[in-house]
């Protein structure tokens, strides 16, 4: 396996099922172990992210719930009670290795709505430049039905985007895919490499492989997951998370399935923007300013000439020359009324302008040329 070994951003999902032992309560060898794994990937350059599960099931526990069905402000309810356990179940765990773990509680907005997305973006990218782990959960204490992920699957995949990983390990009780189900039919085959998500290969989850994984999600969203991940450039890989420090059992090439990326994180994340819905506005721009973002570079306050439509911090606008020629997309760092009050500006006049600054209106890494198509 050595997508790990090569990965520069990692995020690991980690199941209720894994870090929560029968009696209810954290079990802290598996969490220590895991993070030695977790500091050895760090003490490598690597950038880690966890998206961990087990609020319900320790908050469960802690307002003697039992095991029985729970209501959803039943399990709202124990969300709450249960995810201050869990974080400090993490923080004993980093703690001996001298990692900081960070709380993130995202729904499902933060990661769909552009500015919401941006904003939690920004904190995660923060986050992990300052050497911490975020450990990432949906926050199921103020999400209805309607608006929750429900499985962390999908939301470790929307993170990976969010954050242009390379590899989501996705933590399961089973070692990958296989085409019928292993525990039936001795001809069942284990695929190691999913170069491509076909249907075929998504059937084979609904099928063979639907008892696979007892946890929130079977194997159809940890394929879902794949997908989104794989639209984003970022491999997926399916393995057992029950053997201690799975991470290291990776690399030693313990079994385990991979699903390839379709492109990479900086083309996925470039042909989300040039695909957004329609652009909230314009910026026109003179000859200069045109002729630095045809190359690619930023665009500075100093080379707009107008501002056209309503739009807020972060939306998709486009960036059009003065004869009326569509150039690029991009996220603009301003709303509407502060990039017309900063339109012809120097960068160092903008503080004074405004009282803050936000940097280039348009930043080069928030710029696409041309159009693409949303990558899902
Ligand atoms: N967010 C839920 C929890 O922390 C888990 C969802 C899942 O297991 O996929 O309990």
Redesign the pocket.
């Known amino acids: 396996m050595s997508e790990l070994a090569a990965a520069q951003r990692i995020v690991v999902?980690v199941?209720?099922a894994l870090l929560v032992g029968q009696d209810g309560a954290a079990d802290g060898h598996w969490l220590h172990a895991f993070a030695a794994d977790v500091a050895r990937l760090r003490e490598r350059g690597q950038q880690v992210l966890v998206v961990?599960?087990?609020?319900?099931?320790?908050?469960r526990r802690r307002l003697s719930l039992g095991k029985r069905a729970l209501t959803m402000p039943e399990?709202q309810a124990?969300?709450a009670a249960?995810?201050s356990a869990?974080m400090r179940a993490w923080e004993e765990a980093f703690e001996p290795h001298g990692l900081a773990a960070a709380q993130v509680l995202l729904t499902r907005d933060d990661t769909e709505v552009r500015r919401r997305w941006l904003n939690a973006r920004a904190t995660v990218e923060t986050l992990l430049s300052l050497g911490v782990v975020p450990v990432v959960?949906?926050n199921?204490t103020v999400v209805t039905e309607e608006i929750r992920?429900?499985?962390?699957?999908r939301?470790a995949a929307r993170v990976a985007q969010m954050i242009g990983a390379d590899v989501l390990v996705l933590l399961s009780d089973v070692d990958g895919l296989y085409t019928a189900d292993p525990r039936r039919d001795p001809g069942a085959e284990h695929l190691a490499l999913v170069a491509r998500l076909t249907p075929e290969i998504e059937a084979m989850a609904g099928g063979a492989n639907a008892g696979a994984g007892m946890?929130?999600?079977g194997m159809a969203?940890k394929l879902q997951a794949a997908k989104i991940a794989s639209a984003a450039g970022c491999a997926t890989v399916i393995t057992l998370g029950h053997r201690s420090s799975p991470l290291a059992a990776l690399e030693a090439g313990e079994r385990a399935t991979v699903i390839a990326p379709s492109t990479t994180p900086a083309a996925a994340y470039k042909a989300w923007i040039a695909g957004s819905v329609a652009p909230a506005g314009a910026l026109v721009v003179d000859a200069g300013a045109a002729a630095a973002v045809r190359k690619g570079k930023s665009l500075l306050a100093a080379g707009v000439r107008r501002v056209e439509g309503r739009f807020g911090k972060g939306d998709a606008v486009v960036i059009r020359d003065e004869a009326g020629q569509d150039i690029a997309r991009g996220l603009v760092r301003y709303d509407a009324p502060d990039a017309a009050r900063i339109c012809g500006l120097k960068s160092d006049a903008i503080e004074p302008a405004l009282g803050y600054t936000a940097g280039p209106i348009v930043h080069a890494d928030d710029l696409a040329l041309g159009h693409a198509h949303e990558p899902g």
């Open positions: 999902k199941g209720s961990s599960s087990g609020a319900v099931a320790l908050g399990k124990a969300a249960g995810q869990l959960n949906e199921d992920y429900g499985d962390n699957d939301l946890g929130t999600g969203t």
